[in-house]
């Protein structure tokens, strides 16, 4: 098992031919998962690498079966893309995009809930998700992922960072540690998928044991995780929360990392963590230490 | 981008909002003209990015040419928390009635825009949320439905807002709804709008922040980037491409994504050291960038160490590593640099690193990044 994907899920690309896509498309190939599908306007009928090229979504499903979309296109045509693709009935959107604007975001965000309340969107700005062994959409490099270790306890990881993300892959990995699934849900302001989203999606699935969270500073969606956990999960945690020494007013980097009027303080958020029973690491390899201790007892 | 009050107040214009009068001046006579223009009295208001402006004496009245030029030559060079005044915007003076707050922004729990709307303005809303809550009426708004004037009135109703004024709070609600969505705000916020004493209602200030990711819809923007206030690291970091921000400390830092960024700046403190600054080269980064990216940190004069932290994702260890050698070919770097570097081509990085003939003392590499972030200090204290 594993959450939102696994060893069947099919795999369409917008935006395959490319320079990102094509790169991150055919290394996702090369990792496994089965890309099925590219999609680029008025390019149907060539192939990248022998993948098939079709001008929309909705032939590439018909025609591939494609029921997951991986969306690698500017900024200018990524909501138009997500929408395209949650039209076509895709079931799971990773958007890799950086640069999409807020307002962008909120509007796509109402149409998915709206419109097409089947579709769970990823992103935009995250490095994607991987279910090590099974499938990868995105741009996680493959070979830091530890699959899930037979009669061993396995982790998911959930992660608003992308590079803290292959970091948190790599402290599990060196010590030997499986994952189930790692999910980048992104920095920006409106994540399709939430912290809370995927911890109710691991504290279901039977191949996780334990999960590993990566939050920042900004925005209050540790807080609200915090309060889930609290409520609803079962399964152990450890966690990083960066950011504690980031000055007030200054975006670090992600649109969504910003400490604004005392609101979206690391402290406050680690506090809340650590008030819901997660063991919270003062950096990434403290946090990997404590989820080793975790599964191993 | 943050912009200033009169860039504000020249946004609201464009999208129907009521301001008063005026225009900005960068010299008492430039001051003078603006204030005739506009009629006395007039108000002469320091236009810098930080509040506290009218207690540090930073807003005046002026009743006549005379007295204008006098604020405006008192205002203009005056340090307000350490921002020189530059410009000055000289606005007709209001009869104000009342004073209210309007502001839009994304609530991101929520993942709805929201309104905050308060018959209480002109003092910090974040007092009156922490003393009178109930002052502020909070209404979410549908991206897809968008504001329309009824709801913006129940709104003014809820808010306390009295009936004689409630039309024209409607009006500027929508009108300010419009600049938030179509003009691609982060914030847009008026503190106080006023409630005339001759019944019209209209924006006494401007607070907007911008959202740099649409810039690519906005080339009006362009004309505002000139008084942004960044320092000459951060101008140079720009100029390059590099997201960067200036730090007080004495080790630079050069990492890979905003949050692997952010996470060594953290490390170097808990190893008892300080950042010099943030800066994240990006996903992808060639090797000209991580050249431009080390002599922007080695023209810091407060740096002594030079920490480099790179999980390869997009981003290729050799590349980070061919880039390292070019710019300590190109120029002569002051500080010692202290890599970690993990991930894609990660073995052939360090390969080319040791390979360079670089010597031990200006180059060290370390198998961690909390090990890395220790020497970095080690050698930060060493050199101050």
Known sequence: MAIFVDASTRVVVQGLTGGQGRFHGLRNRAYGTRVVAGVTPGKAGQDVDGIPVYDTVADAVRTTGADASFVAVPPKAAPSAILEAAAAGVRFVVCITEGVPAQDEARVYASLLRDHPGTRLLGPNCPGIISPGKCNIGITAGEIALPPVAGARNVGIVSRSGTLTYQALFELKSRGIGVSTCVGIGGDPVPGTSFVDCLAEFERDPETDAILMIGEIGGSAEEEAAE???????????????????PAGKKMGHAGAIVSGGKGTAAGKIDALRRAGVQVGANPTEAGAFMAHIVRG | MDLLEYQGKQYFARFGIPVSAGDVATTPEEAVRAAEAAGYPVVVKAQVHVGGRGKAGGIRIATDAAEARTHAGAILGMSIKGRVVRRVWVERASDIAEEYYASFTLDRAAKQHLLMLSARGGVDIEEVAATDPGAIA??????????????????????????????????????????????????????????????????????VSLDGNAAFRHPEWEEWRGTEELDARERLARDKGLQYIGLSGSVGIIANGAGLAMSTLDVVQQAGGAAANFLDIGGGANAEMMAGALQVIDSDPAVRSILVNVFGGITRGDEVARGIVEAMRRVTLRAPIVIRLDGTNAEEGRAILASAGIPADRLVSKPTMLEAAREAVAIAARGA
Do not use: Q
């Open chain 2, 138 to 207: 909070r209404v979410h708004v549908d991206p897809l439905e968008g504001l329309d004037t009824a709801t913006a009135r129940a709104a003014a109703a809820a808010a306390g807002i009295p009936e004689r004024a409630r039309d024209g709070v409607a009006a500027v609600l929508v009108a300010l709804y419009g600049c938030f969505t179509k003009g691609d705000c982060d914030l847009a916020e008026i503190n106080p709008l006023i409630l005339t004493t001759s019944g019209s209602v209209h924006a006494l200030d401007a607070k």
């Open chain 1, 228 to 246: 889930f956990i609290a409520a609803r999960v079962s399964k152990p945690m450890s966690a990083y929360v960066v950011g504690v020494t980031a």
